[in-house]
């Protein structure tokens, strides 16, 4: 028996491929004599791994960043498994063994985390030190101990704290690399982020990490003119209705109407990475025309005033504005968040788009 299609969706997300490759191909090259890998954790910030890994690839991208374990065997069906290094690094013997059968390439945290990858059998690994961002990596104080000069160490690398803003920091925590670099022996130094990459030379050292700059977010004003936005999201009317005044609209009545209106139900909400923060005072669009959002965020819809498009019906599609550049369009949230908070669903139904 053949499997039963499911009829098409009623909302889409679609990832300029296009773009994508042509951020990557900017940040490599603005990386001067440095190699750009790819932060692709969190399932490529919420665009879908099979959908970026193979156009980052395909770009030039030899190295590609995750967080977890778990990410691992998404990554590795498009690239070979000593390409990708996991921030996390080792927490148990299975971690371990995971790494060797894959190989996948830790980084490496912690005296325990050093210990704990040398009594595995040791062999490459990448190794972070802590600069001043107090999250992940050994004390610049630990650099001679005897558990780090056992490691065959690929990549030394630290992460800026405050690399979007003008700080003395950011100058202090690539003096304070390299001093770990003079103590621990190396192949390659990574410090620079998308946001590093724009503070220029001095912090760009062997490899970069951009993340956030690969799908449209532009986190130092220096980028701007070289990264493109990635993402479309559109959401289809799901019917269409009039309104008297007095009426309320959505959970709690929100939003009374104080005139005769014709309104249309929208199939997008909060399960879809929606959020509720970006739902009154904002507005979908159709053809460039603003449709307002009226009262609360669903969790799987929202409802807009077609006053603007008094023709549209159900199964017209509306544009989702989901523009990471604009801080107009976050509200209250970071570019970050607006990728990595789309659903499962909307990600279910990515496009790509050449």
């Known amino acids: 028996m053949l499997p039963v299609v499911p009829p098409p969706p009623t909302l889409r997300l679609s990832v300029d491929t296009q773009?994508?490759?042509?951020?990557?191909?900017?940040?490599?090259?603005?990386?001067?004599?440095?190699?750009?890998?790819?932060a692709v954790k969190a399932d490529a910030y919420g665009l879908g791994v099979d959908t970026c890994v193979p156009v980052l690839r395909d770009a030039g991208c030899a190295l590609f960043f995750v967080a977890h374990w778990s990410e691992v065997a998404d990554v590795i069906r498009h690239v070979p498994g000593d390409r990708i290094a996991v921030l996390h690094g080792p927490m148990s013997e299975a971690d371990c063994a995971y790494a060797r059968a894959t190989g996948a390439v830790p980084v490496i945290?912690?005296?325990?985390?050093?210990?704990?990858?040398?009594?595995?059998?040791?062999?490459?690994?990448?190794?972070?030190?802590?600069?001043?961002?107090?999250?992940?990596?050994?004390?610049p104080s630990d650099a001679r101990d005897p558990r780090i000069a056992a490691l065959e160490v690929d990549m030394l690398m630290s992460h800026l704290a405050s690399a979007d803003e003008r700080t003395a920091m950011n100058r202090m925590q690539a003096e304070l690399l390299g001093e770990a670099a003079e103590s621990i022996a190396h192949r390659r130094l990574s410090l620079a982020n998308s946001a590093g990459i724009a503070l220029?030379?001095?912090?760009?050292?062997?490899?970069?990490?951009?993340g956030i700059a690969l799908y449209g977010g532009v986190p130092r004003e220096e980028l701007a003119g070289h990264i493109a936005p990635v993402v479309r999201i559109e959401a289809q009317l799901l019917q269409c209705r009039h309104i008297a005044p007095g009426e309320g609209v959505g959970y709690n009545a929100q939003f009374i109407a104080s005139t005769h209106m014709r309104v249309g139900t929208v199939s997008i909400g909060y399960a879809d990475g929606f959020l509720r923060q970006r739902g009154a005072g904002n507005a979908l669009l159709h053809e460039g025309r603003a449709l307002p959002i009226l009262g609360k965020v669903s969790m799987d819809m929202v409802v807009v005033d077609l006053a603007e498009a008094p023709e549209?019906?159900?199964?017209?599609?509306?544009?989702?504005?989901?523009?990471?550049?604009?801080a107009a369009q976050q509200k209250g949230l970071s570019p970050y968040e607006m990728l990595t908070v789309i659903g499962h669903r909307l990600r279910r139904e990515s496009l790509s788009s050449a």
């Open 200 to 210: 220029g030379a001095g912090f760009a050292f062997d490899v970069t990490r951009p």
């Open 312 to 326: 549209l019906a159900a199964g017209d599609w509306l544009a989702v504005p989901w523009d990471i550049a604009d």
């Open 109 to 139: 945290n912690s005296l325990e985390q050093a210990e704990l990858w040398q009594a595995s059998g040791g062999g490459l690994c990448h190794l972070m030190v802590d600069t001043g961002i107090n999250r992940l990596g050994i004390g």
């Open 19 to 38: 773009a994508l490759a042509a951020n990557w191909r900017a940040l490599d090259a603005l990386s001067g004599t440095a190699s750009a890998g790819a």
